[in-house]
């Protein structure tokens, strides 16, 4: 290039033209020559941090060491959380790591043996390699190794059971990790399990502030996991406790007592839960009771096979959506709710029309009559599908459930009976006060005679009420399908739960069932978590007979000049 200069400069044979392009071109050539050794360098970077490994000494440290030695070194690669460190985890959980004395670390991969250290291809394994030798403890270091990794996953999923198993063995090698992770992490519920995890592992700290910090961070959740942690503080070795300091127990203590009082009440919140979900299984099972003992006074002991029939109707369509149109199973329960609608109103204007008309006015031969076609329906049920369970999967949106606390998980398919028993009550309350039938069906329940005088068709408002009280029925064996068992005895368990929901509500007031069921089922479960679930049902049978004794019309009674005796 100088050469090129000094020629151009003395040289009286080249003309300035030719000079500025021999210029550009060489310009040129020296940019695309810097470029090319910028690429070379930073490609040799890239190739250098790709074979990037865990240090010679900590490899050797984790093949070779005691097992003090590879806790600590499992430790250490959880706290960098080097994805380069993988493999060497891998081998070590597969017992594929083997060493050579104590200067070289091998990985076994099939029939290819590997230098851990420097990554040469060995052509076969040592006679004098032995395996690695672990415990308990340096299972668990390396489980907190593998979770460590999974930290920096993009899945949520990932992180989150990374994040869970770290919390079961907090060590404080990972607290560095945790505040990475911290930093980055914007999902709310894995950013307070990470505080939970970090303060879980700071609780044996050597400065006093960094312990009475993690105690009140664990004190501030209502997982029982971070009640037996604060508890180890208060348990003593021979005649000391494990935490010298007394107001650090004190204050372990306090966030004791404030994760029991929080448990308390989750306990308590999951009681109500549970009991609205009773009382919402007992008001769909009452319900079309409450529209035929009230109309007609007809005491229905088939009720409850109604009920059955409605839930083998859910059996039968999920069975059909699997075999004719797969693609929908997950939405065969919208499918069946009218199927068994229909399935259980039909039958019940059977058994109206053949049997329940030539009895009104005779109670008891009622009562028997209803009882016998009750056996008939369950000997059918049996007849055709046998005496055991038939199985009725809960679809994927009716499945798990969502965690409030962690002692309180709301499972979806009682949520989804809660809100279908409240449609189901105002479907009827709009039909009852809304449309010309329920205005025939109040006229009949409070007066039949007038109601008959004034030209209602009371024989057909009686068969219509009770295939609509069938009907009804039916929609709640669809939903008890999704929780409970679908057998021939299924309606058995709920026929005197609906009597005694509809009595203590008061005969033909729907408000009545409403509130009769929603009390009887929490009563219910409060008093079973108290006194057990049998003494609980004797109590609720003692309390609904003291109840009808004072007040024999139930809840609400139904109002009028007159009323049919």
């Not at 091998?106 to 690695?132: Q, R, S, Y």
């Not at 109309?295 to 002991?301: D, K, P, S, Y």
């Not at 009562?367 to 009725?392: E, K, P, Y």
């Amino acid at each position: 290039m100088f050469a090129v200069l000094r020629q151009f400069k003395f040289s009286h044979a080249i003309h300035l033209p030719q000079a500025y392009k021999t210029m550009t071109s060489l310009r040129a050539h020296a940019t695309q020559a810097v470029l090319g050794l910028l690429v070379v360098l930073f490609s040799t970077l890239l190739v250098t941090a790709a074979v990037a490994k865990p240090s010679p000494e900590l490899i050797l440290k984790l093949a070779a060491g005691d097992n003090d030695a590879k806790v600590e070194a499992l430790n250490a690669i959880a706290g960098s959380a080097d994805p380069e460190a993988l493999p060497l985890l891998q081998a070590l959980a597969n017992d594929s790591l083997k060493v050579v004395g104590d200067k070289q670390a091998l990985i076994i991969d099939g029939d290819k043996v590997t230098d851990a250290v420097t990554g040469a291809v060995l052509p076969a394994l040592p006679e004098n390699a032995e395996d690695v030798v672990t415990n308990n403890r340096v299972t668990l270091a390396l489980q907190n190794a593998f979770a460590a990794l999974d930290l920096t996953s993009p899945d949520r999923k990932t992180r989150f059971e990374a994040v869970k198993k770290l919390q079961d063995a907090p060590d404080e090698a990972i607290v560095p990790l945790l505040d990475k992770a911290l930093q980055v992490e914007k999902d709310p519920k894995i950013i307070v399990m990470l505080r939970l995890t970090q303060a879980a592992a700071q609780l044996h700290n050597a400065d006093k502030a960094v312990r009475m910090a993690a105690i009140t961070t664990l004190g501030e959740s209502d997982d029982p996991a971070m009640k037996q942690l604060l508890a180890g503080l208060l348990e003593k070795e021979g005649d000391t406790f494990k935490e010298p300091d007394e107001s650090v127990r004190v204050a372990a203590q306090n966030g004791i007592n404030a994760i029991d009082a929080r448990l308390k009440r989750g306990e308590w919140l999951g009681g109500i839960f549970t009991g609205i979900s009773l009382g919402s299984i007992l008001l769909l099972a009452a319900l079309g009771l409450a529209i035929t003992y009230g109309l007609m006074g007809v005491i229905n002991m088939a009720h409850g096979e109604l009920i059955m029939i409605g839930a083998y109707a859910t059996y039968i369509t999920q069975n059909i959506v699997r075999a004719h149109f797969p693609g929908l199973i997950e939405f065969y329960p919208l499918f069946a709710l009218p199927i068994a609608f229909f399935a259980s109103g039909l039958v019940g204007v059977l058994m109206e029309r053949l049997v329940i008309k030539h009895l009104y006015g005779r109670p008891l031969e009622t009562l028997l009559a209803t009882w016998g076609i009750s056996l008939i329906l369950i000997q059918s049920v049996r007849s055709f599908f046998g005496a055991q369970n038939v199985l009725v999967e809960n679809p994927q949106w009716l499945s798990g459930g969502v965690q409030v606390m962690s002692n309180l998980i709301l499972p979806w398919n009682r949520l989804a009976i809660i809100l279908f028993a409240a449609l189901v009550v105002i479907g009827m309350t709009l039909i009852l006060t809304k449309t010309r039938l329920g205005l025939f069906v109040r006229a009949v329940t409070q007066n039949r005679q007038m109601a008959s005088c004034v030209g209602v068709a009371t024989p057909r408002v009686d068969t219509v009420a009770f295939g609509l009280g069938a009907g009804i029925a039916g929609l709640a064996g669809c939903a008890l399908s999704q929780v409970t068992n679908v057998g021939p005895d299924l309606g058995q368990g709920y026929i005197i739960d609906s009597f005694m929901v509809v009595v203590t509500g008061g005969v033909g007031q729907l408000a009545g069932t409403l509130y009769a069921a929603m009390g009887l089922g929490l009563l219910n479960k409060l008093l079973e978590g108290w006194a057990g679930a049998v003494l609980a049902k004797i109590a609720v049978l003692v309390f609904i007979i003291i109840f009808i004794q004072k007040r024999p019309q139930g809840l609400f009674a139904i109002k009028g000049r007159f009323v049919d005796a």
